[in-house]
């Protein structure tokens, strides 16, 4: 039988997992069936169980599912424990679900590949909700210099700072306390699909400087555009998005697949 998997959301027509991951099966050899299905907002954790029942192996979780997904898993891993939000889930041999976050393993992976250096690094993150926690611990396992939050409401920032101290040098602030330059400037928002932009320094960064956007478009988004004009680098959230799948992928198959050509394949359908 053809192992099964699935990516759960509302809406799930939009989504380019079931794509990544054939691409991801075919380049190792594996034998699954990965499929996208529109879940009720009312009965995520039903639907679960059901595919559960029905043989399904694993599945990734978009919006906005990903604080149900971590309330009704049996296990954590400790990154999605303190993340309070699950985006891969995993059938156990004894039927139980443990779950996962990769949305920072894949941030790291992609910044990694554009050769971006976070140890040592003065890291400034933008946003304070779910996207950014879920990214706080891999960014801080990098052990930069300091990770800074910053949020229209302070406060916010300023909590999520403290849930995560312990694990390296973070501070949480409002929108106005941003000074200084940093060498990478990471938009955890989504006003970059409204064309919105926060109200930032314009020497927040220099030439040397990279702004990366969370968020991806066929072309730049308004943040990423704002960074070029200012003669930095600017790089958008395709990579993050593939390379969270293929750490997903590897959970589930045990194989970690390469992801320049899926990258590449799907930035030119764009």
């Not at 995520?44 to 029905?54: A, I, N």
């Not at 999605?80 to 995993?90: K, S």
């Not at 973070?170 to 306390?177: C, H």
């Not at 993050?240 to 194989?255: D, I, T």
Request: glycine share 12%; with cysteine; hydrophobic share 45%.
């Amino acid at each position: 039988m053809t192992d099964r998997y699935c990516v759960l959301g509302h809406p799930i027509g939009h989504s380019k997992s079931p794509a990544i991951h054939a691409a991801f099966a075919e380049e190792t050899g594996q034998t699954m069936e990965y499929v996208a299905i529109e879940a009720p907002l009312d009965d995520f954790t039903g639907t679960w169980r059901s595919l559960v029942v029905d043989g399904v192996r694993g599945a990734n979780v978009t919006v906005p599912f990903k604080q149900q997904a971590w309330q009704l898993c049996d296990r954590l891993s400790e990154r999605a424990r303190r993340a309070g939000a699950v985006n891969t889930l995993v059938v156990d041999s004894d039927g139980g679900t443990w779950g996962d976050t990769t949305d920072g393993a894949g941030l790291v992976a992609d910044l990694q590949r554009h050769g971006v250096v976070l140890e040592g690094a003065r890291i400034l993150v933008l946003g304070a909700g779910g996207a950014v926690r879920g990214v706080l611990e891999p960014l801080l396992a990098e052990q930069p210099q300091q990770l800074t939050v910053v949020n229209r409401t302070a406060s916010r920032a300023i909590e999520l700072a403290t849930d995560f101290a312990d694990l390296g040098a973070i501070e949480g602030a409002g929108l106005d306390a941003i000074n200084g330059q940093y060498d990478l400037v990471i938009n955890g928002t989504s006003a970059s699909l409204s064309g919105d932009l926060p109200p930032l320094p314009d020497d927040l960064l220099d030439e040397k400087g990279i702004a990366y956007d969370m968020m991806y478009a066929a072309q730049p988004t308004v943040f990423v555009a704002w960074a070029q004009a200012r003669g930095a680098r600017g790089i958008d959230g395709l990579g993050m998005l593939v390379e969270q799948a293929a750490v997903s992928f590897e959970l589930w198959r045990g194989v970690k697949p390469e992801t320049e050509a899926v990258l590449s394949e799907l930035r030119a359908q764009l």
